[in-house]
């Protein structure tokens, strides 16, 4: 049953005071207090008022629960840089950055990232200057049709600032929940190691990991692909 | 040898009709160098706006219902209770339940109504609440069982349709000749192709105008199917794609959703957008062909193939063909080819990257490599033995040398890695060709104006491939400027009339008529300004961002102090493409090393070579990036992509990108990529020849590395080990 904005407990003071508290379901319920016997009150179906931090900017949208993060800025923001390419969280266009953790937006809920600070390839150059990842890929060309490239953007960034080091090996793992159909990889792991202190270093010169066929982790990751 | 005329590939071509607007002989100043795309900036930022991205006041959006069933008759659709969704708005019945023949659906997927709502959650709602009823129909779901005749009659006259027989030669002759003769089927699959931006369109409606924007490989093709098939004319018709996200050939003709999406506007009365979901990706929009073969070839003990029988199927879908060529390029002077295409039930196939020649590659090259081994040649040896020797721009001989000798082929081992351990590795190679070139109409207008600005219009679009930096470029070196100062028109049919991007056609389709434009426009701009410089027209040249009198840099004017002559009418200028400036044929060779662990099926594939050319290279970095993509596309079809049906219901059990497998970066092996420029060639084209042979040299390497051939694709681990499993049970 829809509920409306002005119906009690949908204040926007009384939302923003219960964000935060332990659980996901107090983060997405209005009266945190009212949690019965038969479990957390529902929220919706109905479109409900949530607050978002976008790129340093408080967002306030009016959305059914069930949208999720990428829509919620796509559809209702128009904050379209990251774009939807599989819906189910496997090919990494929606990638964004959630409290400092790449997420796929297509597979988290808008609602449960209040609170939380999202930043999306949209705010990602300051003042009309590039992110130093953003102008990798322009040199490298690690782009074509460029629709892949927002996520691989945010997941690189979300790679980098975890990882200013990161190895080749380390690159490629890190990029690997994300796909591009036109093949830039080649390019796209260029840009990435060109930005990091070891990223042209080359896998064999005394690294840790272990040729990739019999590193047993990755013999997994191709069990999972196989 | 007998084929030594092989490699003349650099013949020059014929002159153009003019021929001072032909490519320079001098050094490049744009032309040939490595251009950062002009729109780079706007994708890396995502400012770059999609069709997927575009929002219009009052928008809605839009659905489609479509069959769960391979083949049934729609009995009846009940639209009452989807109007009863929030939000809901409009919706429409595709089909005509009335007619016997439209009420049926041939496939998973096939459009049965579409609804509209206000938001996008509604609209999926909406569909889902659309009551239909059917009556399921038998399904022709397996190939094998079509051929078999064990499959329901469902395409009249029958649902294997014998094509064409080729033949040559005296092929009982040639098998006389042979000294060892060998009998195999190879076969390919069907894959998708997955563009990361599906199929849609936003559709808006001015009375009887209609605005679209349309996901598309082809604004001009799209203008014209919106145009016939909403029955206006096509002045009415306005198409716009400035940005587009992956096509591969599935794009060139707009998809019954476009239409469904005009229709549901004007019903609507408001903008509506409708992009298909991934699932609908798989089923609908076009996939590559199945291709198989069952070859019987014989070989003389020197090495020459002296004898070629083929018996080839493949399925297109359900009423689409599967044709390929085969053999594939190599000389096979005493040949048969029968082929049949085979119908099921399942979404039609479209042009994908290359059509054909991936499937018709990895069924001669396999083939080629057990021939090899039958008479103990080396594999490359043995291609260079049996290459046609006047093929046009035949380069393959030069390029498996130069390959070979690169990619330490000396190392490489007889087939069957024989060292100790789980872990084998391999080489193997295989060579392609791919026609392109240009052809008109694709007129460029160019637009020189008295503050220095320079505009190139025209009615073509940038499908990833950077077409629009090459607009620049072109247009750039004809003026002696540098790309950024001019600005590229692109992606509207306002533009003008310019071809569809499909065939890697594009770049030598738009480049003459570009560069004639511009170069026409230099020619109003130096009339202008020559007598402030006191001199002749024919004694200026425009380079360094400045027209000035030959050989004398000094006495001459900025670009932007000469355009201040033009006065207030800017110049404007048109041209056509012309012959004489592109040419057809391209000629590519690659080199694959894979590992395979004969434990687990698992191929890694770690290095490949691909030596390409493309007649003159207009930009050095994204043309190379097309073959990067192209490798990469091929490597995916060689070890990933499969569209796997369930074999009792015919749905599709993995419309989906986590188990429709696709390369990942640890997937992607070290690339070498080798441009060969022609610039005496003129154009040619670049998109699809790189992605034709990467597939039979992975699994050629992979041959070579587990000492057994994997006759279908793709090599899964399953399927190397039950390959090895089997031999070890004969041996």
Same mark, same amino acid.
């Given at each position: 049953m829809p509920r409306r904005k002005?119906?009690?407990?949908?204040s926007r003071r009384s939302f923003l005071k219960t964000?935060?508290?332990?659980?996901v379901a107090a983060g997405v319920l209005?009266? *945190? &207090?009212?949690?019965?016997a038969q479990g957390p009150a529902v929220v919706g179906p109905g479109a409900v008022p949530i607050t978002l931090n976008v790129n340093g900017k408080s967002l306030r949208l009016q959305i059914e &629960?069930?949208?999720t993060l990428l829509d919620a800025l796509r559809?209702?923001?128009?904050?379209?840089?990251n774009k939807r390419g599989? $819906?189910?969280?496997?090919?990494?266009?929606c990638t964004m950055i959630v409290d400092g953790r790449t997420v796929y937006a297509c597979s988290?809920?808008? =609602?449960?990232? /209040?609170g939380k600070k999202i930043r999306t390839v949209d705010g990602l150059a300051t003042g009309g200057k590039l992110h130093p990842v953003q102008q990798a890929f322009c040199d490298k060309d690690a782009?074509?049709?460029?629709?892949c490239t927002p996520g691989f953007v945010m997941a690189s960034v979300g790679l980098l600032e975890k990882?200013?080091?990161?190895?080749p090996e380390q690159i490629k793992k890190g990029l690997d929940g994300n796909i591009c159909r036109c093949g830039t990889f080649s390019r796209v792991f260029e840009a990435v190691a060109s930005l990091s202190?070891?990223?042209?270093?080359?896998?064999?010169?005394?690294?840790?990991?272990? #040729?990739m066929l019999e590193s047993n982790a990755q013999m997994d990751e191709g069990v999972r692909r196989g | 040898m007998a084929n030594a005329p092989q490699g003349r590939g650099g013949a020059p071509q014929q002159?153009?009709?003019?021929?001072?607007?032909?490519?320079?002989?001098?050094?490049k100043t744009v032309v040939g160098t490595r251009v950062k795309r002009l729109d780079g900036p706007d994708k890396v930022s995502g400012r770059a706006k999609y069709t997927f991205d575009v929002t219009r006041p009052g928008m809605l959006y839009a659905r489609v219902v479509r069959s769960p069933y391979p083949h049934a008759r729609v009995v009846s659709v009940d639209l009452s209770p989807a109007e009863r969704v929030p939000g809901f708005k409009t919706a429409l019945i595709?089909? $005509?339940?009335?007619d016997p023949k439209t009420a049926v659906?041939?496939?998973?997927?096939?459009?049965?109504a579409a609804v509209v709502a206000d938001t996008e959650e509604h609209a999926i709602d909406a569909a889902r609440a659309v009551k239909v009823e059917y009556e399921p129909m038998p399904a022709v779901i397996s190939v094998d069982s079509a051929l078999a005749g064990? *499959?329901?009659?469902?395409?009249?006259?029958?649902?294997v349709r014998p094509g064409q027989t080729a033949q040559n030669g005296d092929l009982d002759a040639g098998f006389k000749a042979a000294a060892f003769t060998l009998e195999q089927t190879y076969s390919t699959h069907v894959i998708t192709h997955v563009c990361m931006e599906s199929h849609g369109t936003v559709c808006e409606w001015d009375g009887d105008k209609l605005t679209a924007w349309v996901s598309t490989q082809g604004v001009n093709s799209a203008r014209d199917n919106l145009a016939s098939g909403l029955n206006i004319?096509?002045?009415?018709v306005r198409v716009i794609c400035q940005?587009?996200?992956?096509?591969?050939?599935?794009?060139l003709q707009l998809g019954p959703e476009g239409l469904i999406c005009a229709r549901l506007a004007k019903q609507a009365g408001a903008p509506v957008k409708l992009m298909l979901d991934r699932k609908e990706e798989h089923l609908v929009t076009g996939n590559r062909p199945s291709a198989a073969a069952k070859i019987k070839a014989g070989v003389s003990? $020197?090495?020459? =193939?002296?004898a070629f029988d083929a018996e080839s199927w493949g399925t297109g879908g359900a009423g689409a063909g599967a044709g390929f060529p085969l053999p594939y390029i190599y000389q096979m002077p005493n040949r048969r080819r029968a082929h049949k295409d085979v119908f099921i039930n399942t979404g039609n196939q479209r042009p994908m990257r290359a059509p054909g020649h991936p499937q018709g590659s990895f069924i001669t090259e396999i083939m080629m490599d057990e021939l090899a081994d039958l008479v103990k040649m080396d594999p490359v040896e043995f291609r260079i033995k049996n290459l046609?020797?006047? *093929?046009?721009?035949?380069?393959h001989l030069s390029y498996l040398r130069e390959g070979a000798e690169a990619f330490g082929w000396s190392k490489r081992h007889a087939?069957?890695?024989? +060292?100790?351990?789980?872990i084998k590795t391999g080489m193997g190679c295989a060579i392609c060709t791919w026609g392109g070139g240009g052809r008109g109409p694709s007129l460029a207008h160019c637009e020189v104006a008295s503050d220095g600005s320079v505009v190139m219009r025209l009615g073509s679009q940038d499908i990833g491939t950077g077409q629009r930096t090459l607009v620049a470029m072109v247009t750039a070196d004809a003026l002696g400027?540098?790309?950024?100062q001019v600005t590229p028109e692109i992606g509207?049919? /306002?533009?003008g009339v310019s071809g569809g991007s499909?065939?890697?056609t594009t770049a030598a389709s738009t480049s003459p008529g570009i560069r004639i434009a511009a170069l026409k426009a230099l020619e109003a701009l130096k009339e202008k300004v020559a007598p402030a410089l006191g %001199? %002749?027209? $024919?004694?200026l040249v425009a380079s360094g961002g400045r027209i000035h009198v030959k050989d004398t840099p000094s006495k001459g004017l900025s670009w932007a102090d000469a355009c201040?002559?033009?006065?207030?009418q800017p110049i404007t200028t048109e041209a056509d493409w012309q012959p004489g400036m592109t040419s057809a044929t391209t000629s590519g060779a690659q080199f694959a090393e894979a590992k395979v662990d =004969?434990? +687990?099926g698992i191929v890694h594939v770690t290095r490949v070579l691909a030596i390409q050319d493309c007649g003159l290279v207009l930009n050095q970095l994204t043309a190379e990036s097309q073959c990067y993509g192209g490798v990469i596309g091929s490597l995916n079809f060689a070890l990933f992509e499969d569209r796997i049906l #369930?074999?009792? +219901?015919?749905?599709?059990?993995?419309?989906?990108m986590e188990w429709y497998l696709l390369a990942g970066m640890s997937d992607v092996p070290q690339i070498e990529i080798r441009l060969k420029n022609?610039?005496?060639?003129g154009v040619v084209g670049i998109?699809?020849?790189? %992605?034709?042979p990467t597939a039979a040299a992975v699994a050629l390497a992979v041959r070579n590395a587990?000492?057994?051939?994997?006759?279908?694709?793709?090599?899964?681990p399953a399927k190397i080990l039950q390959t090895l499993q089997s031999n070890q049970q004969k041996a």
């Amino acid at each position: 049953m829809p509920r409306r904005k002005d119906e009690p407990g949908f204040s926007r003071r009384s939302f923003l005071k219960t964000v935060g508290a332990s659980s996901v379901a107090a983060g997405v319920l209005a009266k *945190a &207090p009212a949690v019965d016997a038969q479990g957390p009150a529902v929220v919706g179906p109905g479109a409900v008022p949530i607050t978002l931090n976008v790129n340093g900017k408080s967002l306030r949208l009016q959305i059914e &629960p069930r949208v999720t993060l990428l829509d919620a800025l796509r559809m209702r923001a128009d904050l379209t840089g990251n774009k939807r390419g599989c $819906d189910r969280g496997a090919c990494g266009a929606c990638t964004m950055i959630v409290d400092g953790r790449t997420v796929y937006a297509c597979s988290t809920l808008a =609602i449960e990232c /209040q609170g939380k600070k999202i930043r999306t390839v949209d705010g990602l150059a300051t003042g009309g200057k590039l992110h130093p990842v953003q102008q990798a890929f322009c040199d490298k060309d690690a782009l074509m049709c460029g629709f892949c490239t927002p996520g691989f953007v945010m997941a690189s960034v979300g790679l980098l600032e975890k990882n200013p080091n990161a190895t080749p090996e380390q690159i490629k793992k890190g990029l690997d929940g994300n796909i591009c159909r036109c093949g830039t990889f080649s390019r796209v792991f260029e840009a990435v190691a060109s930005l990091s202190a070891r990223g042209t270093q080359s896998a064999s010169k005394g690294d840790e990991l272990p #040729d990739m066929l019999e590193s047993n982790a990755q013999m997994d990751e191709g069990v999972r692909r196989g | 040898m007998a084929n030594a005329p092989q490699g003349r590939g650099g013949a020059p071509q014929q002159p153009p009709v003019d021929p001072k607007y032909n490519w320079p002989s001098t050094p490049k100043t744009v032309v040939g160098t490595r251009v950062k795309r002009l729109d780079g900036p706007d994708k890396v930022s995502g400012r770059a706006k999609y069709t997927f991205d575009v929002t219009r006041p009052g928008m809605l959006y839009a659905r489609v219902v479509r069959s769960p069933y391979p083949h049934a008759r729609v009995v009846s659709v009940d639209l009452s209770p989807a109007e009863r969704v929030p939000g809901f708005k409009t919706a429409l019945i595709h089909r $005509d339940l009335k007619d016997p023949k439209t009420a049926v659906v041939m496939y998973q997927g096939d459009e049965v109504a579409a609804v509209v709502a206000d938001t996008e959650e509604h609209a999926i709602d909406a569909a889902r609440a659309v009551k239909v009823e059917y009556e399921p129909m038998p399904a022709v779901i397996s190939v094998d069982s079509a051929l078999a005749g064990r *499959a329901p009659e469902v395409f009249p006259p029958g649902n294997v349709r014998p094509g064409q027989t080729a033949q040559n030669g005296d092929l009982d002759a040639g098998f006389k000749a042979a000294a060892f003769t060998l009998e195999q089927t190879y076969s390919t699959h069907v894959i998708t192709h997955v563009c990361m931006e599906s199929h849609g369109t936003v559709c808006e409606w001015d009375g009887d105008k209609l605005t679209a924007w349309v996901s598309t490989q082809g604004v001009n093709s799209a203008r014209d199917n919106l145009a016939s098939g909403l029955n206006i004319p096509q002045a009415n018709v306005r198409v716009i794609c400035q940005y587009m996200g992956g096509g591969f050939g599935s794009k060139l003709q707009l998809g019954p959703e476009g239409l469904i999406c005009a229709r549901l506007a004007k019903q609507a009365g408001a903008p509506v957008k409708l992009m298909l979901d991934r699932k609908e990706e798989h089923l609908v929009t076009g996939n590559r062909p199945s291709a198989a073969a069952k070859i019987k070839a014989g070989v003389s003990a $020197d090495g020459l =193939i002296t004898a070629f029988d083929a018996e080839s199927w493949g399925t297109g879908g359900a009423g689409a063909g599967a044709g390929f060529p085969l053999p594939y390029i190599y000389q096979m002077p005493n040949r048969r080819r029968a082929h049949k295409d085979v119908f099921i039930n399942t979404g039609n196939q479209r042009p994908m990257r290359a059509p054909g020649h991936p499937q018709g590659s990895f069924i001669t090259e396999i083939m080629m490599d057990e021939l090899a081994d039958l008479v103990k040649m080396d594999p490359v040896e043995f291609r260079i033995k049996n290459l046609q020797p006047d *093929a046009p721009n035949a380069m393959h001989l030069s390029y498996l040398r130069e390959g070979a000798e690169a990619f330490g082929w000396s190392k490489r081992h007889a087939t069957g890695d024989t +060292t100790p351990g789980s872990i084998k590795t391999g080489m193997g190679c295989a060579i392609c060709t791919w026609g392109g070139g240009g052809r008109g109409p694709s007129l460029a207008h160019c637009e020189v104006a008295s503050d220095g600005s320079v505009v190139m219009r025209l009615g073509s679009q940038d499908i990833g491939t950077g077409q629009r930096t090459l607009v620049a470029m072109v247009t750039a070196d004809a003026l002696g400027l540098q790309p950024s100062q001019v600005t590229p028109e692109i992606g509207d049919t /306002q533009y003008g009339v310019s071809g569809g991007s499909g065939g890697s056609t594009t770049a030598a389709s738009t480049s003459p008529g570009i560069r004639i434009a511009a170069l026409k426009a230099l020619e109003a701009l130096k009339e202008k300004v020559a007598p402030a410089l006191g %001199t %002749t027209a $024919d004694t200026l040249v425009a380079s360094g961002g400045r027209i000035h009198v030959k050989d004398t840099p000094s006495k001459g004017l900025s670009w932007a102090d000469a355009c201040k002559h033009i006065g207030p009418q800017p110049i404007t200028t048109e041209a056509d493409w012309q012959p004489g400036m592109t040419s057809a044929t391209t000629s590519g060779a690659q080199f694959a090393e894979a590992k395979v662990d =004969i434990k +687990t099926g698992i191929v890694h594939v770690t290095r490949v070579l691909a030596i390409q050319d493309c007649g003159l290279v207009l930009n050095q970095l994204t043309a190379e990036s097309q073959c990067y993509g192209g490798v990469i596309g091929s490597l995916n079809f060689a070890l990933f992509e499969d569209r796997i049906l #369930d074999r009792r +219901t015919g749905q599709m059990v993995n419309p989906n990108m986590e188990w429709y497998l696709l390369a990942g970066m640890s997937d992607v092996p070290q690339i070498e990529i080798r441009l060969k420029n022609m610039p005496e060639r003129g154009v040619v084209g670049i998109g699809e020849p790189p %992605t034709v042979p990467t597939a039979a040299a992975v699994a050629l390497a992979v041959r070579n590395a587990i000492g057994v051939s994997v006759r279908s694709l793709p090599l899964t681990p399953a399927k190397i080990l039950q390959t090895l499993q089997s031999n070890q049970q004969k041996a």
